[in-house]
């Protein structure tokens, strides 16, 4: 297949408008009358609430309206099944941050005022800060009503194929503890939204990753039918996650627009942002593995207790990924996974780049890396003999298309002289490897529509592309307008676009599980495949010969120009619309839970990094990181590049420094200064090897490109750093003072290691035992694609 | 009522210049450049990350040295050259910074990249061809979550080269 602009290094279609300042963002916008909005937050991490007296505020000149839970009592959340939150909460509060009051002022100041003005009495009650705490019977009341015995929210235990066989049959069996602290997305854009209410109809712009589930929420909490809403994603000031939930400020401008009859908007605060979360899940994680003396995994038993936060947010999803993608990398012929959530007093985790899966890779690379050490073979040997081959199912059904590990695995091998490095003292360098989804499989809310839709237009030669997709950053309007371009034959440049605008775009369901460029890049390719048509058919028809007799590129449909092509298509067929759209297949396995973990198409990345550690202060110095990931195919190569070295950057601030800690309820640095993120200085030279395994269901063979890369990271410096010093790190971030003390043990002849010493006796439910899928299950739609 | 709370703030008349052009506004003596730039003047590509002084992200340009404009306040300001990123492409052309950043795909959300492109300019206004880790040291005050850094520093010697 040869290409005139998909695989080319162009220039982003936003970028212009980017570096001249000229984007809109939500908080740039400021019609005229707008209200200022201020929320009201708890100071206490839980709380019943007594009363909230907003008598005075009220009184505030230049006060126009101030809302409480009572005026937003109906419940939402991003999961159908975890409906647990409320745009304001008047009956009791949950984490610091939980919002109860809501005011539209003329002026921040006076918003400001007014939320000061406001008395609330609370009925203190004592907060659950660890998963151990969680699990125990709460001294006054549970977070939340619902859920597992004590605070617990979720628990899972499924087995797949015979585990006790596989163990018995092992040479070395081996156990470990790991521990991922929770981190936060840290985008550069504080949330921002601003609503209007004309007319009937709300008009909602916000700073969001998912413009239709903020949709949804706001028809449900406001009681509007969907079509007297609209949601418009502005320009977007990054998300990684953490703009995927409809947020409570969302709602709250909505209902305040309503009120007042003006704009009214809300830009959350830094130290806001810490609150609203949604981050990374601190995860405990115990794992046993057998294996033959060979290094071959004969079976393996995961258990993951993650701390949820106050609300669920995406917690039943998270929980499930924290066990779905073991086997999508490494060939496990039997498999148990049991995982356990809990309700804590801490601002709620949800979906941050890698979503659930960041947390047991760094267990699962560290602990075949030890494992390697047991059984004196080089663990990356020792990985690769396991590594699951293409056009394969793993034990728990997920359905494992193109697969580039050994590429990937060889590409940063032979770059980084892994094999010959050097033995310095404090020098060292590590190895990991991961997968990621190229989109979830299966509807956020059980349905079985399009999970993407594309509208393309032509008229006198001009061409539009309508998505609901969201630009974040990731570059989804790049790909749209490279894909229609490539069909029609023409320049990324030449092609308008109408993306995430509930009322003017079709649907798409957003930007999180790296599903856009897979899902909507198929859906754009559908409908320019169908303009196409009608142009070429117009063309042929013209020139008296057969439509395949039509060559389509540089600007041209055969002998015409494409603008007299438009006009001639038109002239025939009327006016020109064609639509494209995509449902993922339907390859989950037969049982409860599987609906997390199946992809199209899954990504795979290896990563070796290089360091130096300093044995007398534990720090750690990054030199150098390579990095391969198995993209399927790059539509934009310079995209596909940012993406990887951004997540190679977050990836390396979550195994070094960044982590969302609290402490007596409170958090320990909700601003930029406090919570530690790589600077310029931080980060190290990256070198990045795109890996093209062309996948059958890809949009022209294409994957993810934005998570994927991020996993490795830090289990790589963790094995890099035992490689220096001869310590493992067994939790993130490895800090230098963990380090210290990993050394200090060491000398003393304990076991050299930081890392939890136990994990905690969890409920976990009866195992739900599920035969693994039959050996030839994909064969006939193998064959066909 | 709302006339008294209007009233209790001090408003000062000052003539800014900013971007070449010099223009007199009557705003709250407390108000931050940022907020003036952005809310009495228009120019909402000065962007906030933080307004504590901790992002880099509302970078400007006073007197050709990168400032945190939240932390500035109009009335020291009076008689000294503002630039912000408006300022910087020659009408319809690109500063060979921005031109460098849009090629190389320096910019992704683009929400830092104001901040980054004016300190940037800074930089090579004294160093017109700084090694990487000058480059490093200039933008140790600039945040960005989305690049991981690489594409920033490949795209300011791009443009450094072609300044020469």
């Given at each position: 297949m040869t290409f005139d602009v998909v695989g080319k290094p162009l220039q982003r279609v936003d970028a212009v408008t980017k570096v001249t300042g000229r984007a809109i963002y939500a908080d740039d916008m400021l019609p005229a009358r707008t209200l200022h909005c201020r929320i009201l937050r708890s100071p206490h991490p839980h709380a019943r609430i007594v009363s909230i007296d907003t008598s005075a505020a009220r009184r505030?000149?230049?006060?126009l309206a101030i809302i409480t839970g009572a005026d937003l009592p109906i419940k939402f959340g991003i999961l159908p099944v975890t409906?647990?939150?409320?745009?304001?909460?008047?009956?009791?509060?949950?984490?610091?941050?939980?919002?109860i009051a809501a005011i539209a002022a003329t002026e921040e100041e006076i918003a400001a005022a007014a939320c000061d003005a406001i008395s609330v009495e609370y009925e203190i009650l004592d907060p659950v800060m660890s998963i151990e705490e969680a699990l125990e019977a709460p001294k006054d009341e549970r977070?939340?009503?619902?859920?597992?015995?004590?605070?617990?929210h979720k628990l899972v235990a499924l087995e797949f194929g015979d585990v006790e066989g596989g163990f018995a049959r092992a040479d070395h069996v081996r156990e470990d503890i790991f521990f991922f602290q929770g981190n936060t997305h840290l985008p550069m854009e504080q949330h921002s939204a601003i609503a209007t209410y004309v007319d009937g109809r709300v008009t909602l712009w916000s700073s969001t990753q998912v413009v239709h589930y903020v949709h949804r929420a706001l028809s449900k909490v406001l009681e509007?039918?969907?079509?007297r809403i609209r949601v418009i994603g502005a320009a977007?000031?990054?998300?990684?996650?953490?703009?995927t939930d409809p947020f409570a400020h969302e709602i709250i401008v909505s209902k305040l627009a309503m009120l007042t009859g003006r704009p009214v908007k809300c830009t959350l605060t830094r130290e806001e942002v810490f609150y609203a979360h949604r981050g990374r899940h601190p995860v405990l994680m115990w794992v046993r593995t057998g294996v033959t003396r060979?290094?071959?995994?004969?079976a393996m038993h995961f258990r993951t207790a993650l701390d949820g936060g106050a609300y669920g947010s995406y917690g039943v999803a998270s929980t499930f990924y924290t066990g779905a993608l073991q086997t999508v990398t490494y060939d496990i012929p039997a498999y148990r996974f049991e995982g356990c959530r809990v309700f804590t007093n801490k601002p709620p985790c949800g979906p941050k780049r890698g979503h659930g899966t960041p947390q047991p890779r760094f267990a699962l690379e560290l602990h075949l890396e030890k494992i390697s050490h047991d059984l004196g073979i080089d663990p990356v040997d020792l990985k690769r003999r396991n590594f699951v081959k293409p056009m394969t199912r793993t034990v728990n059904w997920l359905r494992v298309t193109s697969c580039g590990l050994d590429e990937c695995t060889e590409k940063v091998m032979s770059a980084s002289g892994y094999a010959r490095r050097s033995r310095r003292p404090g020098h060292g360098m590590g190895f990991a490897i991961s997968s990621y989804l190229?989109?979830?499989?299966?509807?956020?809310?059980?349905?079985?529509?399009?999970?993407s839709e594309v509208q393309v237009k032509v008229d006198r030669g001009g061409v539009t592309a309508y998505c609901?997709?969201?630009?974040?950053?990731?570059g989804s309007d790049s790909v749209l307008a490279t894909i229609v371009a490539e069909e029609l034959g023409l320049?990324?440049?030449?092609v308008r676009l109408v993306t995430a605008d509930t009322d003017t775009t079709p649907i798409d369901l957003g930007?999180?599980?790296?599903r856009v460029t897979f899902m909507a890049g198929n859906a754009a390719i559908e409908a320019a495949r169908k303009m196409r048509a009608l142009l070429v058919e117009a063309v042929a028809a013209k020139q008296g010969?057969?439509?395949?007799?039509i060559r389509v590129g540089g600007g041209r449909i055969g002998d015409a120009s494409f603008e007299q092509a438009s006009e001639l298509a038109e002239t025939r067929f009327g006016g020109l619309t064609t639509t494209g759209s995509y449902t993922p297949p339907?390859?989950?396995?037969?049982?409860?839970?599987?609906?997390?973990?199946?992809?199209p198409a899954y990504s795979y990345s290896a990563c070796v990094v290089d360091l130096d550690a300093d044995a007398r202060t534990g720090l750690v110095q990054v030199n150098k990181i390579w990095i391969a990931h198995d993209?399927?195919?790059?539509?934009?190569p310079l995209l596909v590049q940012g993406q990887v070295e951004g997540s190679v950057y977050m990836g390396l601030g979550e195994a070094l420094m960044e982590e969302q800690a609290f402490r007596k309820g409170l958090h320990k640095w909700p601003s930029m200064l406090d919570y530690k993120s790589p600077t310029f200085l931080d980060m190290p030279e990256v070198e990045t090897f795109i890996v093209e395994t062309?996948?059958?269901?890809?949009?022209?063979?294409a994957k993810e490109a934005?998570?994927?890369?991020?996993?490795?990271v830090p289990p790589a410096v963790c094995a890099a750093i035992y490689d220096a010093?001869?310590?493992?790190?067994?939790?993130?971030?490895?800090?230098p003072e963990k380090i210290v003390e990993a050394l200090r043990r060491k000398t003393k002849g304990e076991p050299a290691r930081f890392g939890p010493a136990r994990f905690p006796t969890v409920p976990y439910p009866p195992t739900i035992k599920v035969e693994p899928p039959p050996?030839?299950?994909?064969h006939a739609s193998a064959s066909s694609i | 009522m709302k006339q008294e709370m209007l009233r209790d703030v001090e408003r000062v008349v000052l003539t800014l210049d900013v971007n070449g052009e010099r223009t007199e506004l009557l705003v709250?003596?407390?108000?931050t450049l940022l907020e003036v730039l952005r809310?009495?003047?228009?120019?909402?590509?000065?962007?906030?990350?933080?307004?504590?002084?901790?992002?880099?992200?509302?970078t400007v340009l006073v007197d050709g040295k990168p400032e945190l404009s939240c932390l500035l306040?109009?009335?020291?300001?009076?008689?000294r050259a503002i630039t912000t990123v408006?300022?910087?492409?020659s009408g319809s052309e690109l500063h060979p910074l921005q031109q460098a950043f849009a090629e190389l795909g320096a910019?992704?959300?683009?929400?830092c990249t104001p901040g980054i492109l004016l300190s940037a300019k800074s930089l090579l206004e004294t160093n017109a061809r700084p090694s990487r880790d000058e480059i490093r040291e200039a933008l140790a005050g600039n945040l960005c979550r989305?690049?991981?850094y690489t594409k920033i520093l490949e795209a300011i010697e791009l443009a450094a080269g072609r300044m020469a």
């Amino acid at each position: 297949m040869t290409f005139d602009v998909v695989g080319k290094p162009l220039q982003r279609v936003d970028a212009v408008t980017k570096v001249t300042g000229r984007a809109i963002y939500a908080d740039d916008m400021l019609p005229a009358r707008t209200l200022h909005c201020r929320i009201l937050r708890s100071p206490h991490p839980h709380a019943r609430i007594v009363s909230i007296d907003t008598s005075a505020a009220r009184r505030l000149p230049g006060v126009l309206a101030i809302i409480t839970g009572a005026d937003l009592p109906i419940k939402f959340g991003i999961l159908p099944v975890t409906q647990d939150e409320r745009a304001l909460e008047h009956e009791k509060v949950r984490y610091v941050g939980d919002p109860i009051a809501a005011i539209a002022a003329t002026e921040e100041e006076i918003a400001a005022a007014a939320c000061d003005a406001i008395s609330v009495e609370y009925e203190i009650l004592d907060p659950v800060m660890s998963i151990e705490e969680a699990l125990e019977a709460p001294k006054d009341e549970r977070i939340q009503d619902y859920g597992g015995p004590h605070n617990i929210h979720k628990l899972v235990a499924l087995e797949f194929g015979d585990v006790e066989g596989g163990f018995a049959r092992a040479d070395h069996v081996r156990e470990d503890i790991f521990f991922f602290q929770g981190n936060t997305h840290l985008p550069m854009e504080q949330h921002s939204a601003i609503a209007t209410y004309v007319d009937g109809r709300v008009t909602l712009w916000s700073s969001t990753q998912v413009v239709h589930y903020v949709h949804r929420a706001l028809s449900k909490v406001l009681e509007l039918p969907m079509n007297r809403i609209r949601v418009i994603g502005a320009a977007h000031g990054g998300g990684f996650g953490g703009k995927t939930d409809p947020f409570a400020h969302e709602i709250i401008v909505s209902k305040l627009a309503m009120l007042t009859g003006r704009p009214v908007k809300c830009t959350l605060t830094r130290e806001e942002v810490f609150y609203a979360h949604r981050g990374r899940h601190p995860v405990l994680m115990w794992v046993r593995t057998g294996v033959t003396r060979e290094g071959l995994i004969t079976a393996m038993h995961f258990r993951t207790a993650l701390d949820g936060g106050a609300y669920g947010s995406y917690g039943v999803a998270s929980t499930f990924y924290t066990g779905a993608l073991q086997t999508v990398t490494y060939d496990i012929p039997a498999y148990r996974f049991e995982g356990c959530r809990v309700f804590t007093n801490k601002p709620p985790c949800g979906p941050k780049r890698g979503h659930g899966t960041p947390q047991p890779r760094f267990a699962l690379e560290l602990h075949l890396e030890k494992i390697s050490h047991d059984l004196g073979i080089d663990p990356v040997d020792l990985k690769r003999r396991n590594f699951v081959k293409p056009m394969t199912r793993t034990v728990n059904w997920l359905r494992v298309t193109s697969c580039g590990l050994d590429e990937c695995t060889e590409k940063v091998m032979s770059a980084s002289g892994y094999a010959r490095r050097s033995r310095r003292p404090g020098h060292g360098m590590g190895f990991a490897i991961s997968s990621y989804l190229s989109g979830a499989g299966t509807a956020i809310y059980w349905n079985d529509m399009p999970h993407s839709e594309v509208q393309v237009k032509v008229d006198r030669g001009g061409v539009t592309a309508y998505c609901g997709a969201m630009d974040i950053g990731q570059g989804s309007d790049s790909v749209l307008a490279t894909i229609v371009a490539e069909e029609l034959g023409l320049q990324p440049a030449d092609v308008r676009l109408v993306t995430a605008d509930t009322d003017t775009t079709p649907i798409d369901l957003g930007s999180y599980s790296s599903r856009v460029t897979f899902m909507a890049g198929n859906a754009a390719i559908e409908a320019a495949r169908k303009m196409r048509a009608l142009l070429v058919e117009a063309v042929a028809a013209k020139q008296g010969c057969e439509v395949s007799a039509i060559r389509v590129g540089g600007g041209r449909i055969g002998d015409a120009s494409f603008e007299q092509a438009s006009e001639l298509a038109e002239t025939r067929f009327g006016g020109l619309t064609t639509t494209g759209s995509y449902t993922p297949p339907k390859i989950a396995g037969p049982f409860k839970g599987s609906g997390v973990g199946p992809s199209p198409a899954y990504s795979y990345s290896a990563c070796v990094v290089d360091l130096d550690a300093d044995a007398r202060t534990g720090l750690v110095q990054v030199n150098k990181i390579w990095i391969a990931h198995d993209v399927g195919r790059a539509i934009n190569p310079l995209l596909v590049q940012g993406q990887v070295e951004g997540s190679v950057y977050m990836g390396l601030g979550e195994a070094l420094m960044e982590e969302q800690a609290f402490r007596k309820g409170l958090h320990k640095w909700p601003s930029m200064l406090d919570y530690k993120s790589p600077t310029f200085l931080d980060m190290p030279e990256v070198e990045t090897f795109i890996v093209e395994t062309v996948d059958p269901e890809g949009p022209y063979g294409a994957k993810e490109a934005g998570q994927g890369p991020l996993l490795p990271v830090p289990p790589a410096v963790c094995a890099a750093i035992y490689d220096a010093l001869g310590v493992w790190i067994d939790e993130v971030p490895a800090t230098p003072e963990k380090i210290v003390e990993a050394l200090r043990r060491k000398t003393k002849g304990e076991p050299a290691r930081f890392g939890p010493a136990r994990f905690p006796t969890v409920p976990y439910p009866p195992t739900i035992k599920v035969e693994p899928p039959p050996k030839n299950l994909d064969h006939a739609s193998a064959s066909s694609i | 009522m709302k006339q008294e709370m209007l009233r209790d703030v001090e408003r000062v008349v000052l003539t800014l210049d900013v971007n070449g052009e010099r223009t007199e506004l009557l705003v709250p003596v407390h108000k931050t450049l940022l907020e003036v730039l952005r809310e009495d003047m228009g120019l909402t590509g000065t962007k906030h990350g933080c307004e504590l002084g901790e992002c880099g992200t509302c970078t400007v340009l006073v007197d050709g040295k990168p400032e945190l404009s939240c932390l500035l306040l109009p009335i020291q300001l009076e008689h000294r050259a503002i630039t912000t990123v408006e300022g910087l492409a020659s009408g319809s052309e690109l500063h060979p910074l921005q031109q460098a950043f849009a090629e190389l795909g320096a910019a992704q959300c683009g929400y830092c990249t104001p901040g980054i492109l004016l300190s940037a300019k800074s930089l090579l206004e004294t160093n017109a061809r700084p090694s990487r880790d000058e480059i490093r040291e200039a933008l140790a005050g600039n945040l960005c979550r989305c690049t991981g850094y690489t594409k920033i520093l490949e795209a300011i010697e791009l443009a450094a080269g072609r300044m020469a």
